[in-house]
């Protein structure tokens, strides 16, 4: 099905479709960012997992009184 699909004459179609989309200034630009992706990905993945990601806060209390503090979140709560 995709025999042959990245030809020569198929991969200089789609740079010059991408040179008319979105012009010479930003090319460049749209190039390093894709480059910069691709690199930061390859390094997650040989990192394979070594540190873990950051954790997020907890939040709790009612939407009025929501806080990242747990102390805050009992100071604000009702009485049971």
């Known amino acids: 099905m995709f025999e042959g699909l990245f030809q020569p004459t198929h991969l200089l179609l789609i740079a010059f479709i991408a040179l008319i ?3 010479p ?4 630009e ?6 910069t992706a691709i690199r930061d990905f390859r ?20 939407p009025e009184t929501r806080t990242s503090d747990p102390s805050a979140a009992k100071a604000n709560s009702p009485p049971h």
């Open 25 to 28: 200034r930003r090319l460049p």
């Open 21 to 23: 989309i979105f012009g």
């Open 43 to 62: 390094q997650s993945l040989s990192a394979g997992g070594t540190t873990p990601p950051p954790e997020t806060p907890r939040v709790e209390g009612s």
């Open 30 to 35: 749209l190039g390093r960012s894709l480059g």
